[in-house]
């Protein structure tokens, strides 16, 4: 695959407020940069968005990150969902426990995102959706490490924040 400097930065400006850096000059030089990267090693240009599980879908949430995907991808660009899983956890959405947010995860928000994908033509056969619990898969004792940590490290925290009360 041979990258366009105006299709990614295209792809990229799309439907953004902001991107880092802000200067036009500077962008395109570390998109060069990039391009010629990928160009002479063959590796693809990679892109994930990440998404807390907090809830029900929305416009902005489905559609418009999908239409971000398929740009991206249009650039060539490999594209994966992130959902993250330990954020929710942390954050007490849902019930706060790890188990429904997991439920919720792979039963409802990534099947709609995939089909929020489809409905605005992304090539599903070229995203990949990762959970924060496959990144952290060696498991000790039914748990694995990172949500062993995250389960202590919540319990500190709702201690320390009952004591400051």
């Not at 971000?68 to 994966?80: F, Y």
């Not at 993250?84 to 790890?98: P, Q, R």
């Not at 990534?110 to 990144?135: H, Q, R, T």
């Amino acid at each position: 695959m041979l990258y366009s400097l105006a299709k990614l930065k295209e792809a990229i400006l799309f439907n953004t407020v902001e991107v880092l850096p802000t200067n036009n000059n500077q962008l395109d030089e570390e998109l060069e940069l990039l391009i010629s990267k990928a160009n002479s090693s063959g590796e693809l240009i990679k892109h994930y968005i990440g998404f807390e599980i907090s809830g029900k879908i929305h416009i902005g949430t489905g559609i418009m990150s999908a239409l971000k995907i398929k740009k991206l991808q249009d650039a060539g660009v490999h594209c994966t969902i992130f959902l993250a899983d330990y954020h929710t956890f942390l954050n007490e959405k849902l019930d706060g426990k790890i188990e429904t947010i997991r439920k919720v995860s792979k039963k409802y928000f990534a099947p709609i995102m995939l089909e929020c994908c489809k409905v605005v033509g992304c090539n599903i056969s070229m995203l990949d959706i990762v959970f924060a619990e496959n990144l952290y898969e060696s498991k000790k004792n039914q748990l694995s490490y990172w949500n062993y940590e995250m389960v202590i490290s919540k319990k500190a925290f709702t201690i320390k924040s009952t004591k400051v009360h």
